[in-house]
């Protein structure tokens, strides 16, 4: 090993040392270039993935609570959310076991961040130096402001080459191309859910402590970094479908076929509706497109439309899971059956009725950011829900393995109380009935609206669709079928195909 790589090692496997400095942003020179040499340890925290990805099931047990223990301690004593939390349930950090410990904390819910930030949930109720502020969006259009360490961001790349590996055996030199809903804000940052341009940006942070050079040249290192980390993932970025929705003309459609075949990447990564409306005008026009592996991201994609993709792209296709607040914690190996959540970095919690899920019962995915002492997310309710499984994978990891099912507010809870997810609901509607896209919209508890598109050229069995759309919602009181001719995407450049107005029936 050399002395770089075992300095890149020492790094990258810790936490920064605690010395007051880190707490206080400061954009010198100097700092930025040492800022920008950490970032040569993301190859040390591949190395650690690799390393954890080995281990057996007993072992990474260890290691999460050994991390959480920390995590747990760090966030007492530094965090002033958590210390209240700890303090009115008589807790501290000794005083049972730390998953013992973590199953006695609540929730950590999106309006818990939005009522504490900035001051009461970051690390000392400020920024340190060298962090990244992200906002998400989510499905919905309310915005969560996350703080994320620099030891966090270089995990999360990591975690992001490390995924491409595991799912997709994307190694270095590879082509990839992505087709993100929200190219835009992931390029140039967003303000209140608006794209910001680099000058607006600059004017937003002199806005706030009133030191314009500095807060220039922090916003340009920033972008820097942003663009430099977005070109380490992907070689190219297309743009989103835009505001027509989910049917595009085909001339449009065959722009994307056009770039992929020029292109030919080994990697398209894609909202799930965009990869789904390019596969079928693949179909409709009888060409033959080749792309080896494809990700559907930023969407929930089931299991049968991943099959229609790997089928219309001959592509592997494979699945991962993550949030803009976590970064990626789990993904599908080869045998794409359930997600291994990346356990040394992530504990992943299913809960149901406020008890742990049994394997295969769905219920709330709650899940602790191990790494992330900047802002810790600790039992964060990601507002999914999702199963785990009890047995082992057929490729031999020992790693704890789930799946999502949607988005709770997505869920419908029939009148006979039984939950129905966006997944079975998808994989219903794209089944044999013709549909090209739909949207349910439950206006009110058991009255639902049913908008449908029809495949081109296509007649639609109206009374077939209503039909199986009532067998799938136990019967409900009223559901209304009107055809339409395309689904809008909501602000956030996502679509939302089922609207649910029982989903808070599902404790
Ligand atoms: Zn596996």
Redesign the pocket.
Known sequence: MSVLDSARERVGTREPAKTGRENTPNTSLGTMAVRLGGRLSVGAQCRRLVAEDKLSRDRLEALQERRLGRLLRDAYETVPYYRELFDQRGLTPGCLPPRELLGKLPPLTKSDIMANFPDRILRHGRRSTGSQHLASTGTTADRTDVIVSLYGQRSRLALVFWRHALGGRCGVGAKRIEIPPDACSRLCGTENGRPMGLIGEIRAVAGQNRRPIQSALRVIEKRLRSSIRHSLIYDQTLPPFGPDGTCLAEADLQRYVDVLREQRPYLVTGLPAYLQQIARHIRRTGQSVHVPVIHPMGGLSTPGLRQFIAESFSAEVYETYGSSELGGFACQ?D?REWL?VTMGSYIVEVVRDGRPAKPGELGHLIVTGLENRAMPFIRYKLGDVGRWHAGS???G?ETQLIECNGRLQNLIVTGEGRPVTEEELLDLAYSDLGLEHFQLVERKRGQFDLSVVAQPGEDLDQAAIKSAFSDALDGPRRLDVFPAQTIHAEATGKFRFVKSASYEDFA
């Open positions: 190996c045998s291994h994978c057929e490729c990891r």
